[in-house]
């Protein structure tokens, strides 16, 4: 019927400070989400595939957070760690559905950051409108099909040995760690998922990658080099922070990680990383950066105007 999230052990002080290091966190990057979103859709000058990406990948930043630190926050305050088993698998799908969205969405922008470096010329013939859309809706196609097969084949399993998810949330690695069923077939299915929807977009958006820096590495001034790497280091300091967490929590499998580091990492990953995604695309961006100077001189304006 329920399960109990563990979450984090502590006493009454590191709750406190851990739900007003939560509550900040998840307030900074919804709002800034939200901000980059509403200010894509009204500033013309980002209406371009590249911010039309970055759009797609703030909400589903947004869904991302919403799915898991407003019950972290919960249980931080009340001390009630309980989670229906309905309420766990949807947790579950939302935060997988949110995840592989996000990988999508930056393998689009890396391809993205490919044409509009390396075959600058006929960019906008090959990103168009209706290309760009196509990717977009297939990113969420795509993920919210691969989190229902999953939430479908875990809410099969049976747990009776614990009901007791040593974790910050619905993780589902560790919901297959404490089932009693057979879990061999979604293992290999869980393995195959990973090599399609993790390890192989990020092979490709290291392959986008060599192609960009070989060109760039072939600009024969400086200021045109620095031009060019300026117009995807914020996609691909995104795509580390992103990446980051991932590769030390799953790229060794062996590894002897503690449950405590596994949940700092996983704290980093849910947390941190999206809260950081407006930041980077801010500070490292002057078209971004000059969108929200008119847009702040237009509001400004319009209250002087009244």
């Not at 509550?23 to 800034?32: A, I």
């Not at 809410?155 to 760690?177: A, E, P, Q, R």
């Amino acid at each position: 019927i329920e399960f109990h999230i563990l979450s984090i052990s502590t006493n009454e002080t590191g709750r406190h400070l851990l739900f007003i290091g939560v509550l900040l966190m998840y307030l900074l990057t919804v709002n800034g989400n939200i901000l980059i979103t509403c200010l894509i859709c009204v500033e013309p000058r980002l209406h371009t595939p590249m911010y039309f990406f970055l759009g797609n990948l703030s909400m589903a930043d947004v869904i991302y957070v919403s799915t898991t630190l407003p019950k972290l926050l919960f249980i931080t305050a009340t001390n009630d760690n309980r989670i229906r088993f309905s309420a766990c698998i949807t947790q579950l799908y939302f935060y997988m559905f949110s995840a592989v969205c996000d990988i999508f969405i930056l393998t689009f922008m890396s391809y993205d950051r490919y044409v509009a470096i390396c075959l600058s010329l006929q960019y906008h013939l090959i990103m168009n409108r209706q290309v760009y859309i196509k990717m977009a809706i297939a990113s969420w196609f795509i993920a919210a099909l691969n989190s229902l097969i999953y939430a479908i084949l875990t809410s099969m399993l049976t747990f009776c040995f614990t009901n007791n998810i040593d974790h910050l949330y619905c993780d589902l690695k560790t919901l297959y760690s404490i089932t009693s069923s057979d879990i061999t077939s979604r293992e290999i299915f869980m393995l195959f998922g990973n090599i399609i929807f993790t390890f192989l977009p990020l092979t490709l958006i290291v392959i986008s990658y060599v192609y960009v820096i070989s060109t760039i590495l072939k600009i024969q001034t400086s200021k045109g080099r620095l031009k060019a790497f300026s117009s995807c280091a914020s996609h691909l300091t995104t795509v580390l922070l992103f990446y980051g967490p991932i590769i030390f929590l799953y790229g060794d499998p062996g590894s002897g990680h503690s449950k405590d580091q596994n949940k700092l990492l996983s704290f980093i990953y849910m947390a941190v990383v999206p809260m950081l995604n407006p930041v980077v695309y801010t500070l490292r961006n002057k078209e971004v950066l000059g969108a929200i100077q008119k847009v702040t001189k237009d509001i400004k304006n319009s209250f002087l105007m009244y």
